[in-house]
């Protein structure tokens, strides 16, 4: 059953996906039609966008299914594994566009194909691309940031190297219009770059989050605050956490006084439990072991 969070991601994606599908077919007309290989690659970024949010869509189903007896912890980390499949299209989409500009460069007689004029069209088609898609990526970051969703995040980086890579198809077109034909394939190759450091971020994000990274600093401090104000804890002896998809598993030691007996011990770890959990949306669980600890410092009730 679809939560809010899911369904909201859901519409954001199928809104990208429109968007994308027609402006990718924009954008290639616009390339055949202005003889502009840098906005054909555009084009072909774009289309993988498409691809890229179907990935997003499969992702944040499958990390909002519930625990089962095969994954007894959740599926977040599906989340996860989308992420890293992206951060694969997107990468090879770049190297793709890479190869194909330095082909041109240095393989082909760009003024035999009419790289060194390309139409207007194609520079009109750029201008478009660019505020579509830097107003894409706002739309789906704010979506993203909403549900902490790292797939979703991922997509809209995607956006925004696609918007980096139509600023680098204008200037390339620009520059062949005015004469130099080497500035449309080189433009591609400027774009390669820029949508390959956008998928090693994504990827290295999502690593980080699949091989149990700790949560950052600033929200164990606040955890640690929250856990010293409790009735019952004297101290905290270790935190650790660990990101499982877009949520924190933590476990905790705290001290208590030794002279408590097992009901009063229990109820204090059960108080830290569920003030964690509930002040701390992120945590999906917290386990709490209480060491004994002479009573002097104690702040029993």
Request: net charge neutral.
């Amino acid at each position: 059953m679809e939560n809010s969070d899911e369904r909201f991601a859901v519409t954001v994606s199928k809104n990208a996906i429109a968007i994308n599908s027609t402006l990718s077919i924009l954008k290639l007309s616009a390339g055949v039609l202005g003889h502009s290989s840098a906005m054909i690659s555009d084009a072909v970024h774009t289309f993988s966008d498409t691809l890229s949010t179907i990935i997003v869509i499969i992702g944040v189903k499958l990390a909002n299914k519930e625990s089962d007896k095969e994954h007894p912890y959740g599926h977040e980390r599906f989340e996860c594994v989308a992420a890293i499949i992206l951060a694969a299209v997107l990468f090879m989409t770049g190297v793709g566009i890479g190869v194909d500009g330095v082909k041109k460069i240095f393989f082909t007689k760009l003024a035999a194909d009419g790289a060194a004029n390309p139409g207007l069209i194609a520079l009109a088609a750029a201008v478009l691309s660019i505020a579509v898609k830097e107003a894409m990526y706002r739309y789906t970051k704010f979506a993203a940031k909403k549900i902490d969703s790292g797939a979703l995040m991922a997509d809209a980086w995607h956006h925004r190297s696609d918007a980096l890579s139509s600023i680098g198809s204008f200037i390339g077109i620009l520059g062949a219009k005015l004469g130099f034909a080497f500035f449309d394939p080189l433009a591609g190759i400027v774009i390669c770059l820029f949508i390959l450091k956008t998928a090693v971020d994504i990827f290295m994000d999502a690593v980080g989050k699949m091989t149990d990274r700790s949560c950052p600093e600033l929200m164990t401090d606040e955890i640690r605050g929250v856990i010293l104000t409790q009735n019952g804890v004297i101290g905290i002896d270790q935190i650790r956490t660990r990101a499982f998809g877009n949520k924190v598993y933590m476990d905790l030691e705290i001290s208590a006084n030794e002279n408590v007996n097992l009901r009063d011990a229990h109820e204090i770890a059960h108080r830290v439990h569920d003030i964690i959990e509930r002040r701390f949306p992120k945590v999906k669980h917290c386990m709490v072991h209480v060491n004994p600890v002479a009573a002097d410092d104690s702040k029993l009730d």
